[in-house]
């Protein structure tokens, strides 16, 4: 299914301040339900979906944010999460060796 292409006459040049707030407070709250919390992280850290869900909604928040260099990064990572360029990074505990408690 191709996506019906979006009409730049429906967006706003410049939305209102106000409009401004409450967009990136929308955009904040999905970040914050799309990311990935620490207890689900082994179970999602290769879920392609999630990650890229994760990404193009910090993304968003960036873009609200007047920052379009992170804006952009994050959603070139969510298009890595979908094309399969970029994978999950090992986890940080395990590999590792730990000091034993007699050091």
């Given at each position: 299914m191709n996506p019906s292409p979006l009409s730049l006459d429906s967006i706003p040049a410049r939305p209102a301040a106000a409009e401004s707030e409450h967009s990136l407070a929308l955009a904040q709250r999905l970040a914050h339900q799309l990311s990935l919390k620490p207890?689900?992280?082994?179970?999602l850290k290769?879920?392609?979906r999630s990650r890229a869900l994760e990404q193009a909604a910090a993304a968003l928040v960036?873009?609200?944010k007047d920052e379009p260099e992170e804006g952009l990064a994050r959603l070139?990572?969510?298009v890595g999460w979908l094309d399969r360029t970029?994978?999950?990074p090992p986890c940080p505990t395990h590999?590792?060796?730990r000091?034993?408690?007699d050091t």
């Open positions: 207890e689900d992280w082994h179970r290769s879920n392609r960036y873009l609200l070139q990572q969510a970029i994978s999950a590999g590792h060796s000091p034993s408690p």
